[in-house]
């Protein structure tokens, strides 16, 4: 329903699409106004919308659920994100075209409010109906996604273990418990502004971590570590992008934002130290040696 909704509006965008409006097609910056313009606003742009490529990293999460992850996790993962980033360049080149882009400004629903202005109220009522109850499957890809994270740090030690147990149906219930009340207490209490730029930030982190940690992980295949059925492609050299890439949008985040980010990131260290690294798996299996 969420591809044939922007699959609609692409198509009857098109109709009202004014080429001038796309005359300059990357604005001036203008200091003293918006983030909009120029090469600074393409780069806050990319990191402020980067939250999005959570989703598509969340299908890793439930490798441990799916048949020859070694094959569908690739496949899922490089075919989602294939289907979504044609869709958000087609959505965002037609919203583009059919109204001048400083119109769109701080506008919450800016592809139901072009359609009613272009004279498609009822199209409009449908595009905002179904992109409100897709909203629904974003939260329970999420929530899945990370009750298996939860599970895995529960399991691992690195959390406490009932977190990293299972109920008789093989359902991390716990983490899943945890992660909802959470998610509700922190989604009522900050602006999404906020919590948009901190969680940009914190995939871009994570992402960082993750290619650095192939130099690690690597040469430990075969010895310590099971060889994988899927290796990251290119390396050593592959890693490095990926990181230099991270963290250039990561600089492109607000000042806040890396703040709010190094405070969460300190949090998680101390976390780490405290509880972690004294109750980790690998600790215990150490001190049974």
């Given at each position: ?127 905002s109906t179904v992109a409100v109850v897709g909203m ?154």
């Amino acid at each position: 329903l969420k591809l044939c909704n922007r699959t609609l509006f692409i198509f009857v965008g098109i109709t009202a699409i004014e080429p001038k409006n796309y005359v300059p097609f990357i604005p001036a910056y203008n200091p003293g106004g918006t983030t909009m313009g120029g090469f600074q606003g393409v780069w806050a742009g990319v990191a402020g919308i980067f939250l999005a490529y959570i989703g598509f990293d969340s299908i890793a999460s439930n490798s441990a659920e799916a048949i020859e992850p070694q094959k569908t996790m690739p496949r899922g993962i490089l075919g989602s994100l294939a289907i979504g980033v044609v869709m958000f360049a087609g959505v965002s080149l037609v919203l583009v075209g059919m109204f001048k882009y400083s119109r769109y400004v701080n506008n919450a629903a800016p592809v139901g409010w072009a359609l009613r202005e272009s004279g498609h109220p009822l199209i409009a009522a449908i595009v905002s109906t179904v992109a409100v109850v897709g909203m629904f499957t974003a939260l329970i890809g999420m929530m899945m996604a990370g009750s298996r994270l939860l599970y895995s740090f529960g399991r691992d030690g690195m959390l406490p273990l009932w977190l990293g147990r299972v109920n008789e149906k093989g359902l991390p219930n716990s983490g899943l418990i945890v992660l909802t009340v959470v998610s509700v207490l922190v989604g009522s209490l900050f602006p999404f502004s906020f919590l948009a730029e901190l969680i940009s930030a914190g995939t871009l982190i994570a992402f960082m971590f993750v290619s650095v940690a192939m130099y690690a992980l690597r040469p430990r295949e075969g010895k310590d570590l099971p060889t994988t059925g899927f290796k990251m492609p290119g390396y050593p050299v592959t890693p490095a992008i990926g990181f230099l890439l991270a963290f250039w949008v990561f600089w492109g985040l607000s000042i806040d934002a890396k703040l709010y980010a190094l405070v969460w990131f300190l949090l998680g260290l101390i976390l780490y130290f405290v509880y972690g690294a004294k109750h980790s798996d690998t600790r215990r299996k150490q001190a049974r040696k």
